[in-house]
């Protein structure tokens, strides 16, 4: 258990629909990333909140949308979903903002694996 | 803009014997260096990491990785591999400054008997 949960683990849903994947990061962690893992594209970098507040975007589609609550637990959301947005999705969290020198890397959670039919 | 090159899309080798997974990298500056590891249906598990200092890096199960700053690389090696590290290995960046880890494509590893 690295500490980073993920729910839920699988999903499936129909094209058009809306879902909401939620993660809460590691005791400590102010960071939260959100990641898209899929086969043609790798993984890529969606968005990062840090206590609260959006600090970066990645490859993130319109479609999309993240926050990060007061309680530091983040949700994404994915609406109009097409076929091409199967993929796994991973959240990850760090201890500081990697800002500086202070990076001590990212724990990942086990991701929610979204299909789209 | 930074980017990160795994050449090597599928290695096998037999349970024994040593491995070195290649990684390099794209950056104005020295990066953060990452490998993680990947087994099926899991999550992505750190291995080690480098900010500076002391070239070579040791990580977990065994794993170590060597910056060398001359080829913009940082290999990851095991001397002798076990049938448990079959799984995806995935080097990673983030630049001084920068927020979000940019990942490679990573490479398959598969270990015979």
């Known amino acids: 258990d690295s500490g980073v949960t993920q729910t839920p683990k699988h999903l499936i849903t129909a094209t058009g629909q809306r879902v909401t994947l939620r993660c809460s990061p590691r005791s400590g962690d102010l960071s939260v990333y959100w990641y898209q893992q899929s086969l043609d594209q790798g993984l890529q970098f969606l968005i990062q909140?840090?206590?609260?507040?959006?600090?970066a975007k990645g490859n993130i589609l319109e479609r999309f949308s993240a926050q990060q609550f007061p309680d530091l637990h983040s949700e994404l959301n994915l609406s109009s979903l097409e076929l091409g947005d199967s993929a796994l999705y991973f959240c990850a969290s760090s201890v500081d903002d990697p800002l500086g020198s202070r990076n001590y890397g990212y724990t990942f959670g086990s991701g929610t694996r979204l299909t789209v039919v | 803009a930074q980017s990160v090159t795994q050449p090597d899309i599928h290695i096998t080798v037999s349970e024994g014997a040593s491995l070195e997974l290649r990684c390099n990298y794209s950056?104005?500056?020295?990066?953060?260096l990452f490998w993680y590891v990947q087994s099926p249906g899991q999550g992505l598990q750190l291995l080690l990491k480098?900010?500076?200092?002391?070239?070579l890096v040791q990580g977990i199960k065994g794993f170590e990785a060597e910056f060398k700053r001359s080829q913009s690389s940082f290999n990851l090696r095991k001397p002798s591999v076990h049938w448990s590290d079959a799984a995806e290995y995935f080097c990673?960046?983030?630049?001084?400054?920068?927020?979000?880890?940019?990942f490679g494509t990573g490479t398959r590893l598969t270990v015979i008997p």
């Open positions: 950056y104005g500056a020295t990066p953060y």
């Open positions: 990673a960046v983030v630049g001084r400054g920068a927020n979000n880890l940019f």
């Open positions: 909140y840090y206590n609260g507040e959006e600090r």
């Open positions: 480098y900010f500076s200092g002391d070239t």
